[in-house]
């Protein structure tokens, strides 16, 4: 009995203490993990958002990388870290979607170890081309590839990266046979498809626009359930014969599962502040983002599908993962 009294009151204690740091929260730096390379655009989009976000603060907000195994080195460490505000996570579709279904041993729960705080941009995935595969339009694709199975390679960032489940999602809904050649990331996946050793190939527009701008690749559809404001020209996915296809990569922040709500309401009122200014929107939208701005609530729903959906994705196609 007194045992039991001692744990309820650590707990209270321990309440106690996490709501008087909220109210005083942040009194030094906030630090940010990108679970990517420095370089690309998701460590992009925090440096910009952080910034802005340290000025709003007054506290400096410190954007750290920790690459490995698909994000999940630095998406473990936020989960297991102390739930004060001072340690968050820029998540993404693969830490927070893909991951569950590629690993597992996932060391972290996407929905239990995390509090989230706001999607702060999605960025569409394009269906293109290399200019020698006959086809112009997404049907055409798919014709193509029936007509000859296990002809067209398609490029991927990585077995069990988020581009090769958008391009097993494709295979699986078009009911087409397309051959997997995985690369060591973005760069090389999209320099073999330029080169024709690869055909197709599922890349973000940051990288992939300056290539079929230039009439190197050729783009065929986008894979947001509406036509992106980026290029408007480009049709869907969904449009093109396969409703319900989506496949986007969204940046979000997330915090430690237990973070006091004051903290997280105050995170995500300084976010959409930060999202809303002219010359961070601007930057966002030249990487080839779109800005969301989401509420928690809305943000835990959407991490909610993107687990059940890659998780249904790869039970049904019997996926595996090197």
């Given at each position: ?25 942040p ?25 802005k ?18 994000g ?97 999602l ?8 397309i ?47 509406t ?9 869907t996915?969904?449009?093109?014969g ?12 997330l ?68």
């Amino acid at each position: 009995m007194i045992a039991r009294m001692s744990t309820v009151l650590a707990s209270i204690l321990c309440l106690i203490s996490l709501c008087a740091d909220a109210q005083s929260w942040p009194e030094r730096p906030v630090h940010v993990i990108v679970p990517f390379p420095a370089g690309a655009t998701n460590d992009l989009t925090a440096r910009v958002v952080a910034e802005k976000l340290s000025i709003a603060l007054r506290q400096p907000v410190v954007v750290e990388n920790r690459a490995g195994a698909g994000g999940s080195i630095g998406a473990d460490a936020v989960a297991k870290a102390a739930p004060d505000g001072y340690t968050l996570l820029q998540g993404s579709g693969s830490t927070h979607g893909g991951n569950a279904a590629v690993y597992p041993n996932l060391p972290y729960d996407p929905l239990r170890d995390f509090a989230p705080i706001t999607m702060l941009v999605r960025t569409p995935y394009i269906l293109i081309v290399h200019p020698s595969v006959q086809a112009n339009s997404v049907r055409e694709l798919v014709a193509l590839a029936k007509a000859s199975p296990g002809k067209l390679n398609y490029a991927s960032y990585g077995s069990g990266s988020s581009s090769h489940l958008a391009a097993e999602l494709f295979k699986d809904m078009a009911g087409i046979d397309i051959v997997h050649v995985a690369f060591k990331g973005g760069a090389p996946a999209v320099l073999a498809t330029v080169s024709g050793q690869t055909q197709v190939l599922f890349d973000v527009i940051t990288t992939s626009a300056p290539h079929f701008k230039a009439g190197r690749l050729k783009a065929l559809a986008v894979g947001t359930t509406t036509r992106t404001p980026l290029f408007p020209e480009l049709p869907t996915i969904a449009e093109s014969g396969y409703p319900g296809f989506e496949a986007t990569v969204f940046f979000g922040w997330l915090a430690p599962a237990g973070t006091p709500r004051a903290i997280i309401e105050r995170l995500h009122r300084e976010l959409v502040r930060v999202l809303a200014q002219a010359d961070v929107r601007e930057k966002l939208i030249a990487m080839g983002n779109e800005i969301v701005g989401n509420s928690p609530e809305q943000f835990a729903l959407q991490i909610e599908d993107e687990v059940a959906r890659w998780q249904k994705l790869a039970r049904d196609r019997g996926l595996k993962f090197d």
